[in-house]
């Protein structure tokens, strides 16, 4: 655009006219813009030059007119400032406090009475009392009056085993231990070991139910009678449960010692002793030999030296008949024999007749054992019997008379918890403010007169 025959050239055209007299732009004039393209001088609004903004405040504030100003000046407030002020406020709330409290009290209160004859429960929690024991340490048996077996099994309380059992029994000339499992042989043997086996349970229970008496209850203060019945049956059940596990463990040591030291039977019913030979001396040597147990009805067979509890079933027999006693077992020793069997045939009617029968007992009233008087079923083995220690029942009683003399506290403190009443925090509301505003009239003067005297005599005069 500044140069004029780029500008003819533009503009010429053969069939038109001539072209009309542009002048070219004035390159001698001052631009700001420099080789740009048009759209950057749209982009500018084609502007050289910006007109500076030229503002007066002068012309402003003659123009606002104000007519008052405030100044504000924030500073920490004075001591003596504030408690002016806290007692203006503790007079003003004081004054305020007399006028309405009369009238609310009222409303307050009458609306209480209300909803307490709306109400007639009162919402409370539970009640404490407690009661230091002067003896912290209490024997059982101070308290306990009563602790005893009711009740033991009917083969350890009655002859009854001993009535059905011994009619035509053998005389000692006539025993023959050939006779292998014939019950005839060894039922005064098995007798005799059931009684003893009752008479270690029944000494057992004894002699720990007095230890259990001696022993002491460790307690720091007096208990309610229900919590305490609950504390001493679960004591009593446990004293229970724990005896009958100590005597098991017992006899179960004794067991494994008999086993584990292949200890011979009486009737040689676990190892059988055989001849070795004679040495130069003429002493006789001898081998156990391990005794192998038929057992005809399961069909299988077993081993003593292996098998603790290795049976075979009972016969018994006479010159015409021969029957297999239900229950009845024959084991590695009399304590095995006696444990594994049951008693489940002394309480069927059949096989008591018949076994009396077999024995050859004269006619007598003798009655089978009654299922009706057992807590335990007729086909339990006498150890599971033994393991529980023959008990059917226990007896026991507490005193908690005793327990209280036992313990006898000195005092008693007892505590109530409730919800916090109305009348009540309005009353302690009203009594905090009261004692607030004597004590804040009473000690504010002096605290004046105090802070008084510390600034005069901190007061920095200036030197002439």
């Given at each position: 655009?500044y140069s004029?025959k780029?500008?003819?050239l533009m503009?010429?055209?053969e069939?038109?006219?001539p072209?009309?007299?542009?002048k070219?732009l004035?390159?001698?004039?001052?631009?700001?813009?420099?080789?740009?393209?048009t759209q950057?001088?749209v982009?500018?609004m084609?502007l050289e030059?910006?007109i500076?903004?030229?503002t007066?405040?002068d012309q402003f504030y003659?123009?606002?007119?104000?007519?008052?100003c405030?100044?504000?000046?924030k500073?920490?407030?004075r001591?003596?400032?504030?408690?002016l002020?806290?007692?203006a406020?503790?007079s003003g709330?004081?004054k305020?406090?007399?006028?309405l409290?009369?009238s609310?009290?009222?409303?307050i209160?009458?609306c209480i009475?209300?909803?307490k004859r709306?109400?007639?429960?009162r919402?409370?929690?539970?009640?404490d009392?407690?009661?230091?024991?002067?003896?912290?340490s209490?024997?059982?048996?101070?308290f306990?009056?009563e602790?005893?077996v009711d009740?033991?099994?009917?083969?350890c309380?009655?002859n009854?085993?001993?009535?059905?059992?011994?009619?035509?029994l053998?005389?000692?000339?006539?025993f023959?231990l050939?006779?292998?499992?014939?019950?005839?042989?060894?039922?005064?043997?098995?007798?005799?070991s059931?009684?003893l086996?009752?008479?270690?349970a029944?000494?057992?229970?004894?002699?720990?139910?007095?230890?259990?008496?001696?022993?002491?209850?460790?307690?720091?203060?007096l208990?309610s009678r229900?919590?305490?019945?609950?504390?001493?049956?679960?004591?009593?059940?446990?004293?229970?449960?724990?005896i009958?596990?100590?005597?098991?463990?017992?006899?179960?040591?004794?067991?494994?010692?008999?086993?584990?030291?292949?200890?011979?039977?009486?009737?040689?019913?676990?190892?059988?002793?055989s001849?070795?030979g004679?040495?130069?001396?003429?002493?006789?040597s001898?081998?156990?030999?391990?005794i192998?147990?038929?057992?005809?009805?399961?069909?299988?067979?077993?081993?003593c030296?292996?098998?603790q509890t290795?049976?075979?079933?009972?016969n018994?027999s006479?010159?015409n008949?021969?029957?297999?006693?239900d229950?009845m077992?024959?084991?590695?020793?009399?304590?095995?024999?006696?444990?594994?069997?049951?008693?489940?045939?002394?309480?069927?009617?059949t096989?008591?007749?018949n076994l009396r029968?077999?024995l050859?007992?004269?006619?007598?009233?003798?009655?089978?054992?009654?299922?009706?008087l057992t807590?335990?079923s007729?086909?339990?083995?006498i150890?599971?019997?033994?393991?529980?220690?023959?008990?059917?029942?226990?007896t026991?009683?507490?005193?908690?008379?005793n327990?209280?003399?036992?313990?006898?506290?000195?005092?008693?403190?007892y505590?109530?918890?409730?919800?916090?009443?109305?009348?009540?925090?309005?009353?302690?509301?009203?009594?905090?403010?009261v004692?607030l505003?004597f004590?804040i009239?009473?000690a504010v003067?002096?605290l004046?007169?105090i802070?008084?005297?510390?600034?005069?005599?901190?007061?920095?005069?200036?030197?002439?």
């Amino acid at each position: 655009m500044y140069s004029n025959k780029l500008l003819r050239l533009m503009m010429y055209d053969e069939q038109s006219q001539p072209p009309p007299d542009i002048k070219s732009l004035n390159a001698s004039i001052f631009t700001r813009f420099g080789d740009v393209t048009t759209q950057d001088l749209v982009r500018e609004m084609l502007l050289e030059t910006i007109i500076s903004n030229n503002t007066h405040f002068d012309q402003f504030y003659n123009e606002c007119l104000p007519l008052s100003c405030t100044y504000t000046n924030k500073q920490r407030r004075r001591i003596l400032a504030s408690l002016l002020l806290l007692i203006a406020l503790c007079s003003g709330l004081n004054k305020i406090f007399r006028i309405l409290i009369p009238s609310f009290g009222k409303i307050i209160f009458s609306c209480i009475d209300w909803w307490k004859r709306r109400h007639t429960r009162r919402d409370h929690f539970s009640d404490d009392i407690t009661c230091p024991c002067t003896h912290i340490s209490i024997p059982y048996g101070d308290f306990i009056s009563e602790l005893q077996v009711d009740a033991f099994h009917e083969a350890c309380s009655t002859n009854a085993i001993f009535d059905i059992l011994t009619d035509g029994l053998l005389g000692l000339d006539e025993f023959n231990l050939s006779y292998g499992n014939d019950f005839k042989v060894w039922k005064f043997f098995f007798i005799d070991s059931l009684r003893l086996l009752c008479l270690l349970a029944q000494e057992s229970v004894e002699n720990s139910i007095n230890v259990f008496l001696s022993s002491t209850m460790l307690i720091n203060q007096l208990e309610s009678r229900e919590r305490f019945e609950n504390e001493i049956n679960n004591t009593i059940n446990q004293f229970q449960k724990r005896i009958s596990i100590s005597f098991a463990q017992t006899l179960d040591l004794l067991r494994m010692t008999a086993q584990g030291n292949a200890l011979l039977s009486t009737f040689s019913s676990n190892w059988n002793l055989s001849r070795a030979g004679i040495d130069s001396e003429r002493n006789t040597s001898f081998v156990t030999i391990p005794i192998i147990h038929n057992n005809t009805e399961q069909n299988t067979s077993c081993s003593c030296a292996t098998l603790q509890t290795c049976t075979m079933p009972v016969n018994l027999s006479n010159s015409n008949e021969t029957m297999i006693i239900d229950g009845m077992v024959f084991g590695c020793n009399l304590l095995e024999t006696v444990l594994l069997s049951s008693l489940s045939c002394l309480y069927s009617e059949t096989c008591f007749i018949n076994l009396r029968d077999l024995l050859g007992a004269p006619p007598r009233p003798v009655k089978p054992l009654n299922d009706s008087l057992t807590r335990f079923s007729v086909n339990d083995t006498i150890e599971t019997m033994a393991y529980q220690m023959f008990i059917e029942s226990w007896t026991s009683n507490a005193s908690y008379e005793n327990f209280y003399n036992s313990c006898s506290p000195n005092y008693c403190v007892y505590t109530y918890r409730s919800r916090f009443d109305v009348r009540e925090m309005l009353t302690t509301f009203l009594s905090v403010f009261v004692g607030l505003s004597f004590g804040i009239r009473f000690a504010v003067p002096y605290l004046v007169k105090i802070f008084q005297k510390i600034k005069r005599r901190f007061r920095i005069e200036p030197t002439q």
